[in-house]
């Protein structure tokens, strides 16, 4: 399944919406930026298809290490 560009577009904002649900300790522009940045390091790669999963992983962690333990 290849990704176009409004498709990234919308996984990058439901990516987003979703981390900021998970993390609520972390101020929505720190998400936002964490995911954006997390997105970028994969631009230019030929198979955009595992873009999304793998851009939230890499968010998840950088996320967790900012989040207060509870």
Excluded: Y
Aim: charged share 30%.
């Amino acid at each position: 399944m290849e990704l176009t560009a409004d498709d990234e577009s919308r996984a990058v904002q439901e990516l987003i919406d979703r981390l900021v649900g998970q993390f609520p300790s972390v101020p929505p522009e720190s998400v936002r930026d964490i995911v954006n940045a997390c997105w970028r390091e994969f631009t230019g790669r030929p198979i955009r298809a595992f873009v999304p999963v793998l851009a939230e992983r890499s968010a998840r962690q950088q996320l967790r290490s900012k989040a207060p333990a509870d």
